[in-house]
């Protein structure tokens, strides 16, 4: 019978353990499609440098040793869209960054329009801030990165993503230069001094529960304790000895010293030292060169069958030279024009209809047939919303875009 | 002279039970209780501290001078509290914040290194975990000095949150050395905390310093330390209500007494 609770028991936790699979994305399929959509747009987002060559998803991926770096550049601009139930309809603070599953990958260098900007900016509806983020690899292994607009109050954003391939080089370090001008290791500076001296403070922890649970009794003392009054030590019945006492003073002295000791030391081997730093601040604004066009959406429709979106939109050219659609970007889609420039990593094709020209001063509608698996992957298809529209941004060949955002109708 | 008499005549019976040998109760069952408790009550004080002081017990840029030394204490005092009680009252054993310490230290340092440097490859000079061992000495002292939980609470309170900040301000402090890194001066700390990417904690979410009665003569630590032991004292009366209250009382129903 025992053995046969065993087998039973073995098997089913080899079967358990057999059927999961693995385990991986950023949670971005857990957002609302209007949440990814309707918040902040993406353009031109590149990621440059590295080795490009076929990965295991047999597309082109990047590949980079540890401590390379790459760059990833584009614009990120928080759409009129913005819906007014996400940070009371007014986002104000922000932070631009990358999403990875965890530091696979290090962030080395950020800019927003131009002005270097580790931590948050400060952001407004309608703001556009061109980034120029620069990661380095750092662990081994095939990861999705993506980068991010975080809003205050909505939640953090992707951007389209990448494969990037970390291989690993020996010897890998982060180096990093403090004022006084030493170079350390980011990866572990001061990491014996920590964990030595917090073992240290262990080890007195240890002594004096040794030194009670070994020298007396403790379930047995119960009987005792239980009819004396609380606030007594029971030194007249044995409980707690003068001997007890000294050597809890011992006790104490000992941790004081190493505290006091140890609190002058730091103040001597490191004199200079600052509180953790706070930087917020407004990026200059950024304004598109070129005479920006104007989009109206009129419909889209969804193809569930051959996921497809198909959108037609009265497009504007209010400047005097003509425009091609170079590209419609939504959340971490991207379709590419092939007549203006080929669809690159992970980007799908985009086809429009009467052809993507757009003359100077001239409107024209135009038709969107946009194609991608993952409009039902990345769940991107507001079906179960209460807000039935797609959002995004219609890039063009001068390098301007406008926003567009058109009714989605379904079929039943 | 009688009462005399008959307080010797009590205390040699209660010395002749605190001695007396039992037949099927031996050393195995305190160790297995000490062993097996181990576990509640490094889980119990774990939880507590990432409930309450969550982010600021984690990260070295989150370790600041203001908030980290209001909530921690605070956050760690709770459960060492019921513990202090619960073993006082039960062994007059003064080890139950010590006992706390070092049981969250092996949860907490084991947690960082298997879950945070194994698994998610996280620098463990980044994530390191703060040490509560220093401050449970003291406390655990001053229970057994003054045998009194309303003066324990005060002064050991107090004396915690100080010595507890100290304690661990030694091991941050290489990390609040200057750096100059994207045309800024930061610490090694905020350059940790940009470098290595927390996707689902972006920078608007660090809280530190916040508020706005914050420095009193330009010294914000010390007006954090002051705030902070207030609070821890506020902490160990609440250690002793789940001790009393959840522990101690629903046992006393339950079991008769002596």
Request: proline share 5%.
């Amino acid at each position: 019978m025992r053995r046969r609770i065993v087998v039973a028991l073995t098997l089913g936790v080899v079967l358990l353990v057999a059927s999961a699979p693995a385990a991986s994305a950023h949670g971005e399929r857990a957002q609302e499609a209007f949440l990814k959509m309707r918040t902040v747009g993406w353009v031109n987002v590149e990621f440059t440098g590295g080795e490009v060559r076929q990965g295991e998803s047999g597309a082109d991926e990047i590949f980079i040793g540890q401590g390379e770096e790459i760059t990833i550049t584009g614009i990120t601009t928080l759409l009129s869209t913005w819906p007014g139930t996400l940070g009371g309809g007014n986002p104000n603070t922000g932070f631009i960054s990358v999403i990875a599953p965890g530091p696979v990958v290090t962030i080395e260098e950020k800019t927003v329009n131009g002005v270097s900007a580790p931590h948050r900016i400060s952001i407004e509806k309608g703001g556009i801030y061109e980034f120029d983020m620069t990661i380095a690899g750092r662990t081994p292994g095939r990861w999705h990165v993506h980068p991010s607009f975080s809003v205050k109050g909505a939640g953090t954003l992707l951007g389209p993503g990448r494969w990037i391939n970390v291989e690993p080089v020996d010897g890998y370090t982060n180096p990093l230069t403090l004022a006084s001008g030493e170079v350390i290791n980011l990866e572990n500076y001061q990491l014996s001094f920590v964990w030595i001296y917090s073992l240290l403070t262990f080890f007195i922890g240890m002594g004096w529960m040794f030194y009670w649970t070994l020298r007396k009794r403790t379930v047995q003392n119960l009987a005792v304790t239980s009819q004396i009054p609380l606030n007594t030590d029971g030194m007249s019945v044995g409980l707690i000895l003068k001997e007890d006492h000294r050597n809890m003073n011992w006790f104490l002295i000992v941790t004081l010293a190493l505290t006091v000791g140890m609190f002058i030391y730091q103040a001597v081997a490191w004199p200079d030292k600052l509180p953790q730093q706070v930087i917020e601040f407004a990026p200059p604004a950024f304004e598109q060169a070129g005479a920006v066009p104007v989009a109206i959406g009129i419909q889209a429709a969804y193809d569930a069958n051959t996921t497809t979106v198909t959108m037609e939109a009265e497009v504007t050219n209010t400047g005097n030279r003509d425009l091609v659609l170079a590209e419609f970007t939504t959340s971490t889609l991207t379709f590419a024009n092939s007549e203006v420039e080929p669809a690159t990593l992970e980007e799908a094709e985009l086809v429009v209809a009467p052809g993507g020209t757009v003359g100077a001063g001239e409107t024209v509608t135009l038709r969107l047939t946009l194609a991608d698996p993952r409009w039902e992957g990345d769940k991107l298809i507001p079906t179960t919303e209460s807000q039935l529209e797609i959002v995004g941004l219609l890039v063009f060949d001068d390098g301007t875009f406008a926003e567009v955002h058109a009714p989605l109708k379904l079929e039943f | 002279m009688a009462s005399t008499t008959g307080s010797t005549t009590k205390d040699a019976e209660l010395r002749e039970l605190l001695h007396r040998n039992y037949k099927y109760i031996d050393w195995k069952w305190n160790a297995v209780f000490w062993i097996t408790a181990a576990f509640v009550v490094g889980a119990a004080g774990d939880i507590t501290k990432l409930l309450f002081a969550g982010d600021w017990d984690f990260w070295t840029d989150w370790k600041d001078r203001q908030w980290w030394p209001i909530i921690t204490p605070f956050a760690i005092i709770i459960i060492g509290s019921a513990l202090q009680y619960i073993q006082w009252l039960a062994w007059r054993f003064p080890t139950g914040m010590v006992y706390t310490a070092v049981c969250m230290w092996v949860f907490a340092t084991f947690g960082r290194w298997v879950q945070w440097g194994a698994f998610l490859d996280y620098p463990l000079n980044f994530v390191w975990p703060m040490t509560m061992v220093s401050a449970a000495v003291v406390a655990d002292w001053t229970l057994l000095k003054t045998k009194s939980f309303v003066l324990t609470s005060i002064l050991g309170g107090m004396a915690f949150t100080i010595v507890w900040w100290m304690s661990n301000y030694v091991m941050i402090a290489p990390y609040l050395q200057p750096a100059l890194w994207m045309d800024r001066v930061l610490t090694v700390a905020d350059v940790q905390g940009i470098e290595y990417v927390r996707s689902q904690t972006p920078e608007y979410l660090r809280i530190v310093e916040h508020g706005s009665l914050r420095t009193f003569l330009g010294e914000t630590t010390y007006v954090a330390l002051a705030f902070g032991g207030v609070l821890s004292i506020a902490g160990y009366w609440i250690g002793q209500f789940i001790a009393r209250a959840l522990a101690i009382w629903p046992i006393g129903r339950f079991m008769k007494k002596w």
